[in-house]
């Protein structure tokens, strides 16, 4: 789980890390989810399409 | 941040800002941009999506530039603002826009470029509102 409470802004940088880090985690049989993000990194979720390919956990 | 040119006729609407071609200073021209962006009263989701649009452009930009500093200008009129940025670039330079990115920009920004232009790699992007 990727806990992004404390993340009050995201940008292409920080969504391929997230992509990066999934497939590190997929290869290794596990599930990734991301936690709490705010307002501004969901709606960058939402522009790209990530929201849904990302399983978010509300706090 | 600098005073206008005195000479730019539209020097009452202009705010200048150089910072080092170095990633850690975007996060000073955001704050900027959010500034001027304010004091034109875009909402809060707009100032939002321009932050971001500053964020991705700026960083490309500085990706590309072969340090020195960055010269960003942010011009402002009755429904838009413009911002502009340039630094020198790297030799052989490749400013091209992903498609993450791309999606990114077209999503939160009216129009935007980034270039190579004369030895500098520049950005520009305008954000605009309905007229009132």
Known sequence: ?59 | MSVADPRDPERDNVVRLSVPAALEYVRIIRLTGSGVASRLAFDVEEIENLRVAIDELASMAIEAAAGGPLDITFRSAENELRIEGCAPAKAGADVGIDALTGQILKAVIDDYELRTDSGNVCFSCIARRPLT
Do not use: K, N, Y
């Open chain 1, 1 to 59: 789980m990727f806990d992004l409470s404390a993340t009050g802004f995201l940008d292409s940088s920080g969504l391929r890390a997230l992509l990066v880090a999934e497939r590190s985690v997929l290869d290794h049989g596990g599930t990734m989810t991301l936690r709490a993000p705010s307002e501004p990194v969901q709606r960058l979720l939402e522009i790209t399409g990530l929201s849904e390919h990302f399983p978010v956990e509300e706090s």
